[in-house]
């Protein structure tokens, strides 16, 4: 649940912010939307907008920011206070062979440019998404070859076995990268007679590499003000 709210508590008489409580579980929060629908007017309202996030409530996400501001008035000075949580997405694992995993999700992603201030309280939770593990390597191949200097036979080409994906990374993590793909195991040729066999064939294949974690504050070059008095996992730049 979303409330909205006036008051003048620490802005001045005669000064009234638009404050907006999130009371319960929600998903890609925007605070402009929020805000407009309170009655804010970006083009033309100035008054402070605070967002309170409170405990034990999770902001989270699928597939963009957890939360975003959107583009106040650059005269409107935004507060967000998170005494729950502010969770970015977890990037997808790829099963694919060789494949970087996904990047991870944002928190918070700032679009404002007026005073901008986030207050993460005590026992509170500002975390970005961690990134998907990598794919595995390729396999690698073999084949038995026979060369007496005057002809070549092949035997039947074999295979290691493909490298698995990684894990994808906790909270504010890159993902691991994938595992190595095997060499297979010794050939039996089925070329008659004596001579030199020599193994042949390709190397396993690169890893690919575990997604980046993504932010848990994407200032975007924006000024933010973070005072942390809880857990921020990931970057904030």
């Given at each position: 649940?979303t ?29 402009l ?27 989270s ?42 990047v ?25 998404g961690?990134?998907?593990g ?59 007679g ?30 933010v ?12 730049a």
């Open positions: 649940m409330g909205f709210g006036y008051n003048t508590l620490g802005f001045g008489t005669g000064v009234m912010p638009i404050v907006i409580n999130i009371t319960a579980n929600t998903s890609n929060y925007n605070i939307t929020q805000a407009t629908a309170a009655g804010y007017n970006a083009a033309a309202d100035t008054m402070p907008v605070i967002v309170n996030v409170a405990s034990g409530v999770t902001v996400a699928s597939g963009t920011h957890a939360m975003r501001t959107g583009a106040l008035n650059a005269a409107s000075a935004l507060t967000v206070n998170i005494s729950g949580s502010i969770d970015g997405y977890t990037g997808a694992t790829t099963s694919t062979i060789g494949a970087a995993g996904s991870g999700g944002d928190a918070l992603y700032w679009e404002t440019n007026g005073t901008s201030v986030v207050n993460v309280l005590s026992g509170a939770n500002l975390r970005s961690g990134g998907g990598g794919g595995g390597g390729n396999r690698g191949s073999g084949l038995p070859t026979f060369n007496d200097k005057t002809n070549q036979c092949s035997g039947t080409t074999v295979y290691g076995s493909h490298g698995s994906s990684g894990a994808a990374g906790g909270f504010g993590a890159a993902g691991a990268n994938g595992s190595a793909g095997g060499h297979p195991a010794a050939a039996v040729t089925y070329c008659g004596g001579g030199n066999y020599t193994y042949g064939g390709t190397a396993p294949g690169t890893v690919g590499a575990g997604g980046a974690a993504g932010f848990a504050l994407r200032k975007n070059s924006k000024t003000t973070l005072n942390d008095s809880g857990t921020v996992a990931g970057s904030a």
